[in-house]
């Protein structure tokens, strides 16, 4: 099982462009990756989130459907998710980094099992409304 995280603030989500293997090198992707023997999926994505972009991450619903990689060997099922406090993400294992709107999904090259996931993701960016981190106070 691959999870990934689709970490969204203000209307965006993030997404990281890939450093290897060759063939997915500069394609774009959720952060996240294997989960570990006797780890939870919420467990691995908070691991990941650390490993990857140095922050702390609140992990929520599912979104979209399991999406079936490498001829039925592996599963990517990717969870909502939201930074915790200030944390700021950086990209320590990614070639790149850009929060994209709804309407910015399409201006990156995505692997091939997250094209339904972003599909999925669309509609719920669309709702969200732009707002100042923190609005409010939560
Ligand atoms: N993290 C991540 N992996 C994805 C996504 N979409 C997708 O096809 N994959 C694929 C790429 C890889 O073949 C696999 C995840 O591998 P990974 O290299 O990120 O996992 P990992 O960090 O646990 O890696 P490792 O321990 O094997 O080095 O799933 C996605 O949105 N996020």
Redesign the pocket.
């Known amino acids: 099982m691959?999870v990934?995280a689709a970490i969204v603030a203000a209307g965006r989500v993030l997404a990281c462009a890939?450093v290897n293997p060759p063939e997915?090198a500069g394609k774009w992707?959720?952060?996240?990756?294997?989960v570990e023997p006797g780890e939870t999926e919420t467990a691995a994505l908070v691991r990941?989130c650390a490993e990857e972009l140095d922050v702390r991450v609140e992990v929520a619903g599912r979104v979209g459907r399991d999406v079936s990689?490498?001829h039925g060997r592996?599963v990517?099922r990717?969870y909502l998710a939201r930074l915790v406090g200030a944390d700021r993400p950086r990209a320590l294992e990614h070639a790149g980094m850009r929060w994209l709107a709804a309407d910015e999904l399409d201006s990156v090259t995505w692997?091939?099992?997250?094209v339904p996931?972003v599909a999925a993701l669309r509609p719920l960016l669309t709702a969200e409304p732009e707002r100042p981190d923190r609005a409010g106070g939560g």
């Open positions: 691959v990934g890939r997915v992707e959720f952060p996240g990756g294997k990941e990689m490498a592996a990517l990717v692997l091939p099992a997250d996931v």
